[in-house]
Nanobody
Framework: QVQLVESGGGLVQPGGSLRLSCRVS????????MSWYRQAPGKERELVAF????????NYAPFVKGRFTISSDVAENTLYLQMNNLKPEDTAIYYC???????WGQGTQVTVSS
């Protein structure tokens, strides 16, 4: 059974950092392309970062490029999102996703505020 469970969200001041984790089960994290999305209140869900299964190449939305890093760890069977230099506009619920099969986690709240 495929499951994705996010953790690592919380309250952080502007300029701070957080690392989100998405522990997966039912498959090996590196055998599929994986994504992080986010949804802010009153806004549509948007793609934040993507890691391809082949070569583990990565792509980022312009608004996070240079600040966020997506990665995966086979030993932990976990997808990560390292978020640096956080801004108030990064406040959202963050979701990990396996596009193949349309599998989603439950989300983790990130709040950036002073």
């Amino acid at each position: 059974q495929v499951q994705l469970v996010e953790s690592g969200g919380g309250l952080v001041q502007p300029g701070g950092s957080l690392r989100l984790s998405c522990r997966v089960s039912g498959f090996t994290v590196t055998t599929y392309s994986m994504s992080w999305y986010r949804q802010a209140p009153g806004k549509e869900r948007e793609l934040v970062a993507f890691e391809a299964s082949y070569g583990r190449t990565t792509n980022y939305a312009p608004f996070v490029k240079g600040r966020f890093t997506i990665s995966s760890d086979v030993a932990e069977n976990t997808l990560y999102l390292q978020m640096n230099n956080l801004k108030p506009e990064d406040t959202a619920i963050y979701y990990c996703c396996r596009p193949t099969g349309n599998f989603w986690g439950q989300g983790t709240q990130v709040t950036v505020s002073s």
